[in-house]
């Protein structure tokens, strides 16, 4: 079973405030990942990170920035929310440092963000 | 530009049949290969891992490999209803910036 936690499952709040969402995992997984898919769509990669001090930008263009700190704390954060940015928020880790990743990603509960 | 191929449906199918779902990859390179199920508003969930040719058996689902086809199917044995839901067929990049997933293919199963 994987232990990967996002805080909180649901977050409506108003346009221009900033927010963070929280992934944890007890793995001690190097790899962390972002995805977000709106509903019925498909997932998009929006940031990833190696592991300690690195973070990358995924494919989909976002205004978002994360950090890693901690191995087991990656954290997205929206400076200032936008009705554009409403949509589900899923983080994902898999093991195995450096490289190609081969292994499975383990995906979070998400966050359904709505921005108002 | 790697990419993963799948068929969106959706695919109905009666309850107690097998359900075949596939997938082709561009990336030649691609080792892994995984199969994740996804219920509607809930985060992905691995069923099935791949990573040599041939076919790979857990429980009621089968995965079947074929790197020189480019080719990833996944059937799923006496289907229920509860097997009604999304299904990613993903493959690994090459690189590290995680897996390469498919559209998915919605699969409902008719009772």
């Known amino acids: 079973e994987a232990d990967i936690y996002q805080t909180p499952r649901y977050l409506v709040i108003g346009t221009g405030k900033k927010i963070t969402l929280e992934c944890s995992q007890t793995?001690?997984?190097?790899?962390m990942y972002w995805y977000q898919q709106d509903p019925g769509m498909e997932l998009h990669l929006i940031h990833y990170?190696?592991?300690?001090?690195?973070?990358e930008k995924g494919d989909l263009s976002s205004e978002s920035t994360v950090s890693r700190i901690r191995t087991e704390h990656f954290p997205l954060t929206l400076e200032s929310a936008r009705p554009s940015h409403t949509s589900q928020y899923l983080c994902?880790?898999?093991?195995?440092?450096?490289?190609?990743?081969?292994?499975?990603?383990?995906f979070g509960n998400g966050t359904r963000l709505t921005v108002t | 530009q790697k990419e993963v191929e799948q068929n969106s449906g959706p695919l109905s199918v009666p309850e107690g049949a097998i359900a075949s779902l596939n997938c082709t990859y561009s990336?030649?390179?691609?080792?892994?290969f995984f199969w994740y199920r996804q219920y509607s508003g809930k985060s992905p969930e691995l069923i099935m891992s791949?990573?040599?040719?041939g076919d790979k058996e857990d429980g009621r689902f089968t995965a079947q490999l074929n790197k020189a086809s480019q080719y990833v199917s996944l059937l799923i044995r006496d289907s229920q209803p509860s097997d009604s839901a999304t299904y990613l067929c993903?493959?690994?990049?090459?690189?590290?910036?995680?897996?390469?997933f498919g559209k998915g293919t919605h699969l409902i199963i008719q009772p």
């Open positions: 993903a493959g690994s990049g090459g690189g590290a910036d995680g897996l390469t």
């Open positions: 793995m001690g997984h190097d790899k």
């Open positions: 990170s190696y592991g300690v001090n690195s973070t």
């Open positions: 791949i990573y040599s040719n």
């Open positions: 994902a880790s898999s093991e195995g440092g450096g490289g190609a990743t081969n292994s499975p990603l383990h």
């Open positions: 990336d030649r390179g691609s080792q892994s």
